[in-house]
């Protein structure tokens, strides 16, 4: 197989990761303000955020390698993509920001005030992301105005086109049903019931769009093997459903793993072997081909992740493995910080 | 301005913020990681109340600095992807594999120290810490190691066809001779600024009248760390040496341009503690000078040559011309020499302060002593910032000296900009990040002294995870 494919897969691979993997964290946060009401709603939410505390950072390293394997591997596919998406990467830069901070200060002060702004960070910071990564992507995938310099010659608004934003709301609705099974699975007692009964609506909502996303792309621009793992992603997403209809958590949470990321592997798919097709003119899209680094850097990074990929998947399932342990209300400490003796 | 100052400005403000939090980091981790294992060691619960205290501060601290590095990360693409398109293929590898060598290992291991102490043995979660520690090694390796790249391009070829570096020896540009000095002088540097951080902290709550019986303990920490910081200083001066020898032989106007010096001298070049001189620094009004240092500086001997600023610049002049078929153009091959004259001798006196302040701390805490004079409330509070802003100020020096270029010979700055990218967009993120940013100090600042003033956790027996019950609350918990 050339290298460049496999830099391609890889890369895929990767973003397959980020989005399985940050994209239940994502559900998360958008569910704080849905699952951590009522009158224990301040422990409810503390309840959600430690099932995600030891690992929602490593989570988003996925992303962050996802970008400096596309800058090593394929130079140009990185400078069109993240000059061109200028604005959406900013605010997704400023969500990502504070949404990070909003999990490590949170509990860092007892006064509400502070907990509630943090709460609102980690919500948008949450939602935004998982809105305009499904966007973006999706208008990578159908195309892009792009000129013969190779540089995106479109704004803001011409990512904001119909089959975009459904992009975008399916990838809203996958991580909200795929964090919900996640809290259901990590957690029990109350949170973990109403979690279930979350993920089945929400699941309806995203089975009905990723059916749209994943038809209208592969009639565009589909091939044989994407409408196969667009077949996979629905079948998953159902199975998970019921899955998690008969309170089966662990598959579950296999069956919207799975389909998001036979989604993700869906548009990888069309998109091959493009990285960045040109709507302006097919002469002028960026190619696995036309985009790549030399042979040389792509058999040194070829060597580099075939070595250390194992190694972090190894500590990386480790970690889950650690605290496998369910959450409940009752493990949660009065007081999340030794404030003792001073004032917010 | 037009959108390539503004971009500048942008990444100006984003990286020198971004590395108020990056030497805390790989200082504070291996402080931690030591006061773990000598609590395993010795057993002695101080050690292990410094080493939660310590934690807790790393840990408020290892947030932003892993938030403001994602923005590090994107704005290559997003502001420089002329600069990104042409060199990639170099300067790509290096940022993958240190997402994937140390990202991913201080993260995950993070997460593990701070959520797992009633889960891993003992040790294990000790272990975790000098995990995150060699991550916070392994990063700057590789980033430097892009770095270098730019300040002294090896290992690569230009093809005219692509118009692209492109890499032909990636060992060689793992083992570049500015990045074998810049990652010593860098690590050092940063070990300093945890040392000091260490010490400021110990001090403050060794001079409280209420102290008591955690004299002890705090007068550990604040030894510790002054101990610290000046092995580290030594590190510091004896990197910086080196480093100023390579960066003459590779980048002969930066060191010019430290001095500020416009004409060649055959030996004896002097080094000015401080000039008076115009605005634009062409114009010397008054200074005071040590014969001879410049030359021992640049070359290891007090009568060696240094060139001047002036002959350098006809030389490139000469080498670089005006070439319209490559992406280097004309422009002026001087940085700005007040910023680089006066950021050298900042980086060089705030470090040299630091150390002085850490044996005069190290002086008066001699045996059991506690320094009750008011002074050394002021040298709580200057201490961790001398060798921060020294950090600073020594990128701040690099990264001028090295303009017009930033691939030093091969790429200037101007010509790597984002072309596609309108100055009202770069306006909208400068702005965004920039008030973002100075919310995000305040409340990292305050949280930093809150969790300061509260000081170490009482001892507690840790819990062993073997005999744990299971509807226990947790140990750590957001």
Redesign the interface.
């Known amino acids: 197989m050339e290298l460049t494919t496999v830099w391609f897969i890889l890369i895929a691979v990767l973003w397959t990761g980020y989005f399985v993997l940050e994209g239940f964290d994502f559900g998360v946060g958008m569910l704080m303000p849905v699952l951590g009401r009522g009158a224990d709603g301040e422990v409810r939410k ?1 309840v959600m ?2 099932t995600i ?3 929602w ?2 989570n ?2 996925w ?3 996802a ?10 596919w ?7 998406l ?2 959406p ?2 605010i997704i ?2 969500a ?3 949404r ?2 909003g ?7 007892d006064d509400p005030t502070w907990r509630k702004r943090w709460d609102y960070a980690i919500f948008f910071g949450s939602a935004i992301p998982a809105l305009l990564w499904g966007v973006a992507l999706t208008n990578v995938v159908m195309g892009l105005p792009i000129n013969a ?5 479109g704004n803001l608004f011409t990512l904001l086109n119909p089959i975009g934003l459904i992009g975008g709301l399916t990838t809203v609705a996958l991580f909200l049903t795929h964090g919900a099974i996640f809290i259901a699975l990590k957690t029990e007692g109350d949170i973990r019931r109403e979690a279930r009964a979350v993920a089945l609506k929400s699941g309806a909502v995203a089975a009905l769009l990723a059916v749209v996303l994943l038809v209208s792309i592969n009639v565009s621009t589909g091939s044989f093997a994407s409408w196969i793992t667009a077949i996979v992603a629905a079948v998953a997403l159902l199975a998970g459903l019921f899955a998690i209809s008969r309170g089966r958590e662990g598959w579950a949470f296999t069956g919207t793993f799975v389909s998001i990321g036979a989604a993700v592997a869906t548009l990888f798919l069309a998109l091959f072997p493009d990285v960045m097709p040109s709507s302006t003119n097919a002469a002028f899209s960026l190619t696995t081909t036309n985009a790549s ?2 042979q ?2 792509l058999t ?2 070829t060597w ?2 075939a070595i ?2 194992p190694i ?1 998947l190894l ?2 399932s480790w ?1 889950y493995w ?2 496998r ?1 369910r ?1 409940g209300t ?4 009065a007081v ?1 910080v ?5 004032k917010p | 301005m037009n959108a390539v100052d503004i971009a500048r400005w942008q990444f100006a403000i984003v990286t020198v913020y971004h590395y108020f939090f990056v030497p805390l980091t790989i200082g504070l981790s291996l402080v931690v990681a030591g006061f773990e294992t000598a609590w395993l060691r010795h057993r002695n619960p101080e050690m292990l109340r410094l080493t939660k205290f310590f934690g807790k501060l790393f840990t408020i601290n290892f947030a932003l600095g892993l938030v403001t590095g994602i923005v590090q990360e994107f704005q290559f693409g997003m502001n420089w992807s002329d600069y990104s398109r042409f060199v990639g293929d170099i300067f790509g590898a290096p940022l993958a594999i240190e997402a994937l060598l140390a990202f991913f290992l201080e993260s995950t291991f993070l997460g593990l120290w701070i959520f797992g102490w009633d889960k891993l043995s003992p040790r294990l979660h000790a272990g975790c810490m000098w995990l995150v520690s060699i991550g916070t090694l392994l990063s700057a390796y590789f980033i430097l190691a892009a770095n270098s790249w730019m300040q002294n391009p090896v290992g690569f070829k230009y093809n005219p066809t692509t118009g692209r570096a492109e890499l032909t020896d990636f060992v060689a540009v793992l083992t570049n001779k500015v990045q074998l000095v810049t990652f010593p002088h860098t690590i050092t540097s940063a070990w300093m600024v945890g040392g000091a951080f260490v010490m400021a902290v110990g001090l403050w709550h060794l001079r409280k009248p209420d102290v008591g019986k955690n004299a002890s303990m705090y007068r550990k920490a604040t030894r510790i760390g002054a101990w610290f910081t000046l092995v580290s200083a030594l590190g510091v001066v004896a990197t910086g040496d080196f480093q100023g020898k390579v960066m003459t032989e590779v980048q002969p106007m930066k060191m010019a341009a430290a001095e500020a010096l416009y004409d060649s001298e055959a030996s004896n070049a002097p080094f000015s503690l401080f000039t008076v001189g115009s605005l634009d620094g062409t114009q010397e009004k008054f200074s005071v000078k040590v014969p001879g240092l410049l030359s021992f500086l640049a070359t290891g001997r007090f009568d060696g040559p240094v060139e001047g600023i002036n002959e350098i610049k006809a030389a490139y002049e000469k080498q670089y011309g005006a070439d319209a078929t490559s992406r280097v153009f004309s422009e002026s091959y001087t940085p700005t020499i007040p910023l680089t004259y006066w950021s050298f001798r900042i980086m060089i006196g705030l470090g040299m302060l630091g150390a002085l302040i850490a044996i005069a701390v190290l002086w008066t805490t001699r045996r059991d002593r506690i320094p009750q004079h008011r002074r050394w409330l002021w040298v709580v509070v200057a201490m961790p910032l001398l060798p921060l802003f020294a950090n600073s100020f020594g990128w701040i020096f690099t990264e001028a000296g090295r303009q017009p270029w930033s691939v030093f010979g091969v790429m200037t700055t101007t010509s790597g900009v984002s072309p596609n990218v309108s100055a009202g967009e770069v306006w909208t993120s400068l702005l965004t990040l920039t008030l973002l940013y100075a919310a995000l100090a305040v409340i990292e600042i305050k949280l930093l002294l809150r969790f300061i003033a509260v000081g170490a956790p009482e001892f507690e027996e840790p819990v062993d995870p073997a005999d744990q019950d299971e509807s226990a609350p947790l140990v750590f918990a957001y």
Do not use: W
Not at chain 1, 78 to 84: E, H, I, L, Q, R
Not at chain 1, 338 to 342: C, F, I, K, L, N
């Open positions: 503390r955020l430690n505390g030891p690992v950072d490593g988003e390293v992303l962050l390698t970008g400096g394997a596309t800058f090593a591997a394929f130079p140009e990185y400078a069109t993509m993240f000059s061109g200028y604005l990467l900013l830069l400023v990502l920001i504070v990070a901070l999990f490590d200060y949170r509990g860092k002060s310099q190779l540089e995106y010659t680094s030399t040389l850097t040194i990074m580099v992740a250390f990929t972090v500590y990386t970690t650690t605290f342990r959450i009752q493990h949660i400490p999340s030794s404030t003792a003796g001073t």
